[in-house]
């Protein structure tokens, strides 16, 4: 389906959307406080927040997640630390699972921890957007767990200094604990202590983590086939639906600038799950209006799609096949994940969408919510050309 070419239309009036400040803040998750914004389950897996499942989230610290904007430091030494309530028995790890930092390749003698293959117990900080961890070639922290406090630490082996765009500095925490096991349905406050303030000193926060009884359908922003088509990825992963990116560029598909009536520069890929973690593919558009569009797979209706614009703008729209291209919507196996031993395979749609901002400058903030599911929040910023 090609973007829309609607007449100028009035600014849908969303009541989604939480535009709190300039560098676009969204509201925070229930019971966040201090630090913490929100803890959710991980966009690469269907079920880390569901009982019985292993502990799969990323908790979302209080900065803006705009690449632009500066995110925290931690220097050599410090810590952060992720404080678990009991029913999270760090002090008993799966043994299929062992604590380990990610790496590649792996030491003899040692099971794998890199993307495809994580048969460990490991944790990355985030620079605030997907796939795009305090990486190497550089190791910059080590991960621990104190069985005493039950808590999970990072120590920075090197200073981790914020230097936005393209290193913006901790953003978020994710925690792929594949070790522990999710305890019974219900909220567990999750508390953070971090050396990341004035000189090192202590900050906390903490939120609620809800684990389900069964996966809820969820949308889940992706930028590994931007990656792979520039080789920052492991072969094996299906090309993206546009221009790679190569090191250094920032390839942030959530906060994304252009001029006035162009594309934006990176295409969205969302992996999607239904009911049942049943993989949803082959979703087209159904637009009712410039601002609003029924996702649906088939017959049915799964979700929503709206888009808020500068008063008065028009000729924005999205591409549904961006580039012309027709990439695969159903794939075997969710990327990161891949097919670690006891964790994936999990089969998982994918779609690939392309924004077209309109004819005024300014955000562009488009809404992708589920039925009965979570939502997305992606941000097109349109400047006119000089």
Known sequence: MKRNHHKRSATAKLGVL????????FSAGAGAAGIVDAIEKAPIIADGDVTGMPTDIVIALNSSMNHNVP???????NQIKVI?????????????????????????GQLPCFGSDLQCTTAVLSHGWPQQPVRPPLQFYNVDIDTV??????????????????????????????????PNP????IRVEAQTGSGGSWETGSGILKILPKARPSIN????????????????????????TMPPNNDNPIYQTTTVGSPAPYVWTFLIWGKNMNPVSDVYLDWSNANHALLRSGRKAIGHIFIETPNGAMGHGIDIHPHGLICPTLLPAAPIIGGTPGIGPQAVGRLDLLFHAGDMSGDYITTI??????????????????
Do not use: W
């Open 18 to 25: 939480s535009v709190l400040m300039a560098g676009i803040a």
């Open 84 to 108: 678990f309530p009991t029913e999270f028995d760090l002090a008993n790890l799966d043994p299929r699972y062992p604590l380990s930092n990610i790496r590649r390749p792996t030491p003899s």
């Open 369 to 386: 919510t589920l039925n009965n599911g979570n939502e997305v929040q992606m941000v097109v910023t349109a400047e006119t050309a000089e």
């Open 186 to 189: 219900g909220e567990y406050y």
């Open 221 to 244: 922003v992706t930028s590994v086939f931007v990656k792979a088509l520039s080789g920052q990825l492991p072969p094996g992963f299906s090309p993206a639906c546009g221009p790679g």
């Open 71 to 77: 995110g925290r430091g931690l220097a050599a030494g």
């Open 149 to 182: 406090e039950n808590a999970f630490i990072f120590t920075a082996v090197r200073d981790i200094v914020p230097n936005p765009p393209d290193k913006p500095g901790i953003k978020k925490l994710h925690l792929i604990l594949h070790g522990v096991t999710n």
